[in-house]
């Protein structure tokens, strides 16, 4: 699967040609499959059909194609298998776009990387037909919809970076963003969340620890090399207008970064231990679609 290597800015157009990419891995549908991709729970993107309910008796008018015959066979009478069809799933992103993830020493920036990922899995998520929603977070506020198109989720990715977007403006974003999901998501649904998870913490987790029961949840924390292997070295970053040069010398610093990511990425596997989430790290330099689709995919495509 192709990326466009170092990119360090957000293109609409970019972000439209993931389209055809996501249609191209989309394999048909070859029936009702449970696939798993987030270790015990369901692929988001199986391909949906009927699932079997329970058997009854047999009424004068059931598709005799669907009669049971163990059943019948063993109580000595005619049962009929039912179904229920699937109901429209939710498909939910979580994109982060605040200014800590405009950031990387190797590969794409980390915002570049969440709104590929979202873009690309919306895209797949629309050709299943499923429903989509998002929130997305800047250092403004968060701007959110439940009901949107793949287009529509884009779309606001991009504008956020442009400023022509309405934010609500909150204190603690993830705080806002939790609850908020909390009020959102439906059964069944499944949602991505794209960050550096730098102020994620336990009451966080908390607050979506419930929604475990009907909801899956794929946490995919973007980091880069710096943040574990702090080079001894003096270092120089610049946001295009102002730079910051820092001493990296001395082992103590170099240490203290390692320990920050360490402590973050411990907290969510914990979590994701604890409640069934899935959990897909994603390295900045990494193929990183290539990695959400077969990690999604897990069982159906290897």
């Not at 939910?92 to 899995?121: E, P, S």
């Amino acid at each position: 699967m192709s990326l466009p290597h170092h990119s360090t800015r957000i293109l609409l157009k970019d972000l439209i040609a993931l389209k055809s990419q996501a249609e191209l891995f989309m394999l048909p549908p070859t029936g009702k499959k449970s696939t798993t991709g987030f270790g015990s729970t369901y692929s988001p993107f199986k391909s949906r059909g009927l699932d079997f309910q329970e058997v009854r008796v047999y009424q004068p008018g059931d598709d005799i194609r669907q009669i049971d015959w163990h059943v019948t066979a063993k109580y000595g009478k005619p049962f009929t298998k039912l179904y229920t069809e699937e109901k429209e799933r939710t498909i939910f992103f979580v994109v982060d776009l605040r200014n800590n993830m405009h950031f990387a020493t190797h590969g794409d920036f980390k915002d570049v990387i969440a709104a590929r990922l979202a873009a690309f899995m919306a895209f797949m998520a629309e050709h299943q037909k499923d429903k989509l929603g998002y929130i997305i977070i800047t250092d403004e506020g968060i701007t959110s919809s439940g009901d949107a198109d793949a287009y529509g989720v884009l779309t606001p990715m991009f504008n956020a970076l442009t400023g022509d977007a309405k934010y609500t403006q909150v204190a603690d974003p993830f705080n806002a963003i939790c609850r908020a999901l909390t009020q959102l998501l439906p059964r069944g649904a499944f949602t991505f969340l794209f960050s550096d998870f730098y102020d994620w913490n336990a009451t966080h987790t908390d607050i979506l620890a419930p929604l475990s029961e009907k909801t899956t949840f794929l946490f995919c924390p973007i980091y880069d090399e710096l943040e574990i292997h702090l080079p001894d070295d003096t270092l120089s970053f610049s946001d295009g207008t102002d730079t910051l040069t820092i001493s990296a010398h001395q082992s103590k610093l170099r240490q203290k970064f390692y320990d920050d990511w360490k402590q973050r990425t411990q907290m969510l596997e914990t979590a994701a231990k604890k409640y069934g989430w899935g959990l897909l790290p994603i390295k900045t330099d990494s193929d990183y679609l290539a990695d959400i689709s077969h990690f999604c995919f897990q069982g159906r495509n290897g």
